[in-house]
């Protein structure tokens, strides 16, 4: 009885492989020249069968309710003549490649987008496509495991940021991969709303509100990402189980990364430059900051509410007009395992073990005075406001709670820190 058991699931498993081949090698590939309808020619086809479009101009807006793959010959140019969506995918596994998408409506009660991924839609692909001009460049809704991959995305330059668009937006997905993509002058560039188990690597966002805007969503990658000239580089909001790694933030106008309401992540490698703020920190617990280097915003840390139980190591902290500005009711310790460096120490190193002999405050009276006051920032080099530090040393009474580091390292961590001491470009809006 085993033995017949056994040969006739053989049997069905040879039966089942050979349906799959002949499957595949029934796919067909319809051609769509200039002049045809590429709706008709995804309505004829059959699912698993490719759609290529001859380069030239499409106008109309296009459904696929069957899992296909739509490619472009040539950088064909579909555009949606300024209504609606200008591609909807209502079926699991489509690909769509190699296609200049454009021209979406602007309601943004109706989420008008270039690519709308709808509920449902799994594993779709879009990859090396233009989007431009459309009010939201691709929206993700309810669908996993899509793949984004080597797109430019670009908005609706000529309107207000308000209503713009975001460049990517995920709303409740699982799994998605956003990698490689160029996305600029629109809201956000990628926003990622009650999205888990993603991964965002490789891509360059510029020139729009937030590079990401991260909501209600966990276990999370961001790697080796560009954020530049935003408003806000990074920020990741109500969330928990990051890892953000090896990114670059700088020349954005406000925060390079913001941290709000995070626990349980990993912050490691990042390079925040020339911001408004390096990172802004506020409600963060159980978090590790590691190997980042901070260097030359205005503010390095803004750290905030009850932000403690953190581990902060190894990082660089260079010629920032002000280190840390802390807001919290007693010391804050970071360092006691490897020590951060700090450009501005002055203390010194009799051991030569490479750290410092004397803890390191971030703090002061006169750094508090002069963020409540700021008018006092003209009178720092005076005889008055040294004497005024000098007392706050020497009398504990005086002194304020403070980010202190029990031993600082003296020399920075990152090797390359330099080519970051240059002059970084204004935000344009």
Known sequence: MRSVMA???IRWLVMCAAATVSAGALATTWSVKP???VQAAVDRAAPGDVVEVARGLYVGNLTITKPLTLRGIGRPTLSGGLSGDTVRVTAPDVVIEGLIVRDSGD??????????????AHRAVVRHCDLVYNLFGLWIEKADDVRVEHNLITGKREYATSQRGNGVQLYNTRGARIVGNRIAFVRDALYVDVSHH?????????????????????????????????RG?????????????NNRAWGNSDHGIML?????????????AGNGRGFFIYDVEYTTLKGNLV???????????????????????IHNREQVRYVGARDERWGGERGNHWSNYLGWDRNDDGRGDVPYEANDLV?????????????LASPAVQALRLVGQQFPVMRVPSVVDPNPRMLPGNPNWSKWRVEHPTNER
Do not use: C
């Not at 590079?211 to 969503?217: A, D, E, I, K, V």
């Not at 580089?233 to 790694?245: C, F, H, S, T």
């Open 233 to 245: 580089g990074l920020a990741l909001m109500e969330v928990r189980d990051q890892i953000v790694r």
């Open 367 to 379: 750094d508090r005075l002069s963020w409540q006051h700021p008018t006092v920032k003209m009178l």
């Open 198 to 230: 993603a991964l965002f690597r490789g891509n360059k966002l510029h020139h729009s509100r937030y590079g990401t805007h991260y909501m209600n969503s966990y276990h999370n990658v961001w790697e080796d990402n560009d954020s530049w000239n935003n």
């Open 260 to 272: 709000r309401t995070l626990q349980d992540s990993t912050i490691e490698n990042n390079v925040v």
């Open 107 to 120: 309601s943004l009660l109706a989420q008008n987008a270039g690519i709308y991924i709808r509920p449902g």
């Open 35 to 37: 002049g045809d309808s």
């Open 295 to 317: 260097l030359d915003n205005d503010v390095g840390v803004h750290l905030s509410a009850g932000s403690t139980r953190n581990r902060v190591e190894g990082n660089d902290f």
């Open 7 to 9: 040969r006739w699931w």
